[in-house]
């Protein structure tokens, strides 16, 4: 959960809009994040081992990806490699916009885009 708070605010640029909380029914974390240009939030949860609601993530079979507008691609794109962030699809317009794809810290696709 550190690494995903750590990736999100710091790099993506997010703010913590609710502090993590411990769920000891579920035997989980939760923190609510929030993008500074808009009302969207996201909530990261996190579930220990023993928990019923643990189980690896594996792509394709669970949460798809995330998208966020970007101003620039390009731009975006190079400062996140200069950051190590993995770029997954280098950016290519498609119909009214521009896009490319990153990973998180735990292998979530982010879907960067930039309207035209």
């Known amino acids: 959960m550190e690494e995903s708070v750590k990736f999100y605010t710091g790099v993506l640029g997010m703010s913590i809009?609710?502090?993590?909380?411990?769920?000891?029914?579920?035997?989980?974390?939760v923190v609510t994040l929030k993008n500074t240009n808009s009302e969207q939030l996201l909530e990261l949860n996190h579930y220990e081992a023993e928990s019923p609601?643990?189980?690896?993530?594996?792509?394709?079979?669970?949460?798809?990806?995330?998208?966020?507008?970007?101003?620039?691609?390009e731009a975006t794109v190079k400062e996140l490699k200069r950051q190590g962030v993995e770029v997954v699809v280098e950016p290519y317009a498609i119909g009214g916009w521009k896009q490319a794809y990153v990973k998180d810290p735990n292998g979530i696709w982010i879907e960067l885009l930039q309207r035209k």
């Open 17 to 29: 809009a609710e502090p993590l909380q411990k769920m000891a029914p579920t035997k989980g974390s």
């Open 53 to 73: 609601f643990n189980s690896p993530y594996v792509g394709g079979e669970n949460l798809d990806h995330l998208a966020f507008d970007v101003q620039d691609l």
